[in-house]
Every structure is written in structure tokens, then in C-alpha cells.
């Protein structure tokens, strides 16, 4: 009798241990209405996605979105500042629920799961006139600036000549700034950036030289926080239809929803 009770307590230790791990970790919605805050991480050096206004308040399209995520879910926004290196990294260390502004691909879905999109975004090869570039193969030889860990940098590394001198700046901003100061031949970036570049009236201006890829923006959260996503998918969805989004998206990408998006 009593190696049998033994026994079955070995094996109901075994069990719980074998349990754990799959119950150790709270549900990512759970814990946001828990603590009564939506964290959402987002670029504030890439107008007009995010900026630091006049005011030196976050400003921008998805400061936007964040709070409409945080009232869809009726809990309050805490903005986590990150850049295009340490986005992902900061949900995976949960510093953050929700991140914005991220294109997806096959490489990125293995660690996050990916919303619907809430902006449309083209990333292009953007240079003065007087550089001529029709092709990839044109980029030969030429220096090109893109932000480190962003998807135009994937992109150049993979599809550029090998003699492409792509020079990887920290963040958005230094990226910009190396190209309108001439450090850079061209710079890689999105259309609506580029957009608000010339808004400023340069003496630089970028044009467009190349279409690379069409990369619609969305959010993203930890892989299967299904249901997090729900309420991630559900907040940009009703958006879309109360207005919200297509107003938004003209007050600061200056341009309409694309038909059906």
C-alpha cells in the first residue's frame, strides 16, 4: 500500500511539472485588463506614423490607432517608445502588448502573430533627380542609406549588386537626416515618409526611383495571443467602418484609404 501511494504521488508531481510551463504564463489579454493599460510600442522618429511635436507630446498616425486599440478594449494607452531594431524584441521581453507599424513576412511570423492592416505603405528607392535609377541593377556601385532591422534594409540586403554600399543607420531619423545632408547617394524608406519629407520643402527632394515592395502597415502581437489579435483585429475593423481610420488617414498620411482596404 505504501509503495502504490508513493508511486502515485510521483507521478501526480510528474504531472503538475509536465503542466506548468503551459499555465506559467498569463493570456496577454488578461493581463492588459488586469492592469487597466494597453502598452503599444511605436516609432516616434517616422512621420507621420510618430513624432515628438512642437508640444514634445507623441503626435502621428498611430499614436492615433493606439488609442483607439486602448479604448476598443476600455483600457487606458501607455506609449513604449522603440525603434525599427527593437520592436520585436520588445514584445518578446513583454515591455509591450501591442506593437504598431510593422510589415509582415515569413520571417517575423514566426515570433508574432500579425493584425489586419490599418495603413497602406509602398517601400521605394527615393533619390534627387539628377541620380538615374530604373532598375535594382542600377543601385550598383551607388550608396544607399535605410535604418538597421527595418524591412527596407531586408529587402536591399537581399535583392541589391553585392558592390551596393548600404549604409545602416540606428534610427529612422538618422537615416533621413544622412540622406538630406548628402551623406547618402539614396535612401530607402516608405512613400508616405517620403511624402512628409517634401511637405517641408527640402532643398534635397526625394523622388521616387524605385517601387520595391507594396508592405501594408500592421500591428502585430506575441504569437498565439489570439486573443489579444481578436481585439486587435475587431478595434482596426470598426475603425474602418466608423470613419475613424479613413479621417485619419487623411489628416496625417494626407491621402484616402485605398478603395476596399
Known amino acids: ?10 507521478a501526480m508531481i510528474a504531472a503538475l511539472v509536465s503542466i506548468s510551463p503551459l499555465t506559467a504564463q498569463a493570456d496577454g489579454l488578461d493581463t492588459v485588463m488586469k492592469s487597466g493599460t494597453l502598452r503599444v510600442a511605436v516609432v516616434l522618429d517616422y512621420p507621420p506614423f510618430g513624432t515628438v511635436g512642437t508640444t514634445m507630446k507623441p503626435e502621428g498616425y498611430d499614436i492615433e490607432v493606439a488609442s483607439i486599440l486602448a479604448q476598443a478594449i476600455g483600457v ?8 525599427s531594431a527593437n520592436k520585436i ?8 502588448d501591442v506593437l504598431l507599424n510593422i510589415g509582415a513576412n515569413p520571417e517575423r511570423a514566426k515570433v508574432v502573430d500579425f493584425s489586419e492592416p490599418y495603413a497602406p ?10 541620380i538615374k535609377v530604373d532598375a535594382v541593377a542600377d543601385l550598383s556601385g551607388k550608396t544607399i542609406g535605410a535604418t538597421r532591422g527595418s524591412f527596407e534594409e531586408l529587402i536591399l540586403s537581399k535583392n ?5 554600399d548600404i549604409r545602416r543607420y540606428e534610427d529612422n531619423a538618422t537615416t533621413i537626416s544622412a540622406f538630406m545632408a548628402g551623406q547618402t547617394q539614396l535612401v530607402a524608406m516608405g512613400n508616405i515618409v517620403a511624402a512628409s519629407i517634401l511637405a517641408s520643402n527640402p532643398t534635397r527632394r526625394p523622388e521616387q526611383k524605385l517601387l520595391l ?6 500591428a502585430a502581437v506575441l504569437k498565439d495571443e489570439t486573443r489579444l489579435l481578436e481585439k486587435t483585429n475587431a478595434a482596426i475593423a470598426a475603425a474602418k467602418k466608423d470613419g475613424k481610420l ?10 484616402p484609404l485605398p478603395e476596399g482596404f
Not at 121 to 130: E, K, L, Q, R
Not at 160 to 164: F, K, Q
Open 1 to 10: 500500500m505504501i509503495s502504490i501511494c508513493k508511486i502515485g504521488r510521483t
Open 76 to 83: 487606458k494607452v501607455e506609449l513604449v517608445p522603440v525603434s
Open 89 to 96: 524584441p520588445y514584445l518578446q521581453s513583454r515591455k509591450a
Open 121 to 130: 505603405y509602398y517601400i521605394g528607392v527615393f533619390g534627387p533627380a539628377n
Open 160 to 164: 541589391t549588386p553585392a558592390d551596393t
Open 213 to 218: 515592395l507594396n508592405s501594408p502597415v500592421r
Open 246 to 255: 479613413p479621417g485619419l488617414a487623411l489628416q496625417w498620411l494626407k491621402q
